[in-house]
């Protein structure tokens, strides 16, 4: 009797250690996740802010006179390019985006602007990278939910606060897309 007793405690001893490590190592591969998603989106901002450059001087040749908005831009970029802390770099990214999508409004009212051939090649660059840094956002999200959902079910909530995992942000830029692509031509 005492033998079944004591077999029966290293059941669940094994099953409550089993379900512990399986939660943690669930936990870790979804914080991962989120960390490699976390990169992407970074990788595609940095192209952003490699790219601006271009997009200030093709706005300095042609529109001299709006060096406001290039100020601007720079401005954003410069904060985005060195925000530390990720509410902060989300600010700053947010802030950048909504100044681009300014740039972009403006440079739409230069016809001579719109027509050279080095805008156009910048608009489609930065309107691919837009759609990239989009869809790495939207797949980070995803993982930040997969882990926070995660996190928050027994009994990974108790493995997670007792090992000091915590829940993660969502990346938002607060703006559903940047007005870089021409419209479409309808015809009839």
Request: net charge neutral; glycine share 6%.
């Amino acid at each position: 009797m005492l033998t079944e007793a004591l077999i029966g405690v290293a059941v669940v001893t094994a099953g409550a250690g089993y379900t512990a490590i399986g939660s943690y190592n669930r936990l870790v591969t979804l914080a991962q996740r989120c960390d490699q998603a976390g990169g992407d989106v970074d990788v595609q901002l940095r192209h952003r802010h490699d790219l601006i450059p271009a997009l200030v001087e093709t706005v300095r040749g042609f529109a001299k006179h709006e060096q406001g908005i290039v100020a601007s831009l720079m401005t954003a970029r410069a904060a985005a390019m060195r925000a530390a802390s990720d509410e902060e770099r989300q600010r700053a990214e947010a802030s950048l985006s909504v100044q681009l999508n300014s740039a972009m409004a403006l440079i739409e009212s230069y016809p001579e602007v719109k027509g050279s051939q080095h805008f156009s090649e910048l608009r489609r660059e930065i309107a691919d990278t837009e759609h990239k840094i989009a869809a790495a956002r939207r797949f980070l999200n995803m993982a930040v939910a997969e882990y926070n959902a995660t996190l928050g079910q027994f009994p990974a909530n108790v493995i997670g606060r007792s090992t000091g995992l915590t829940s993660r942000r969502f990346f938002d830029l607060g703006l559903d897309r940047v007005f870089v692509e021409e419209a479409p031509v309808v015809r009839f």
